[in-house]
């Protein structure tokens, strides 16, 4: 994989669709998510023009799950709601080990310290979800959490200096990115519903009469809102070394010995929602608390004074 200068056009229609000939969420849909993928080892390459970077995984794992998280029959694992034209699936993918690696690329951009930045992991999982519309197959909304257990990470001041490095490389085009996801975002639009088609009562349990006031509530329980992204450590310890030391007449200047320091953090998490609206109600956010009303009254009324003067102006 390569980072682009410029962020590419949205994908469109769904591949499995228009190779199956059809235009709506259908039978090629629903056989590919039902398939239970093994992969022994996968390695992924990124190059960018400041860094180079290589994701190696062993033992993966992707299948479907219900809501709940749990491996059962298929047709538990979407929800599909033909009053709204939109359909809900869950995904979740496991591995044993997950290895990443990081280096500055040969340039003369890059500062002389450039430590190898490595992390290795042991199970960890993504669970996804998915909002599509049934008509075209396109993903309304996406969530994506990123759960690990226990964690141990040793960095050296010079990795930690590396890291900043590759963040501040990347930074602008995740921020092209974004700007480009937010103008793409779907409008709240009335959608019509699709035409009724046999392959509705797959999302349908065998001997259950589909209620259309039960479907919408089981919707709008698990539903998506906005896509948002999430990333939760069950137990994190970090270990920050100083290895730098200054020479003098090729000895060791007595005083200057790094130290290091150790962090232990339990269940870490971060919420990313990139498409939410500053005074937007936070009630569907997972981590929502009381203190979040009070921030959105502070910010609508930030917002509302913003409105205001460009009114004027």
Sequence with gaps: MRTCEEPRPPNGQSPIALAAGQSEYGF????????????????????????????????????????????????????TDPQRGEVLTFKELTWQTLRIEADATD?????????????????????????????????????????????LWVLTDSQLKAMMKYAESLSEAMEKSAQQRKSLAPESVQITPPPPSTQQSWSQPFGVSPNASSIGQYFDKHDMKESSYHLLISRLDLHICDDSHTRESGTLKHGMLGGAMQLTFRRMAFDYYPFHRAGDACKHWVRYSEAMETRGQWAKKLVSEFQSKIEKL
């Design 28 to 79: 090629a849909e629903k056989v590919v998510e039902g398939m239970f993928i093994v992969v022994n080892s996968i390695t992924i390459k990124i190059h960018s023009k400041a860094f180079h970077a290589s994701f190696e995984l062993w033992q993966l794992q992707g299948y479907s799950v219900n809501p709940n998280w749990q491996q059962s029959d298929l047709r538990l694992t979407r929800i």
């Design 107 to 151: 340039n003369g951009d890059q500062d002389a310290v450039t430590t190898p930045l490595r992390l290795i992991t042991n199970q960890g999982r993504i669970q996804i979800s998915l909002k599509r519309r049934t008509k075209d197959c396109n993903v309304m909304a996406s969530k994506l959490m990123f759960l690990l257990d226990d964690l």
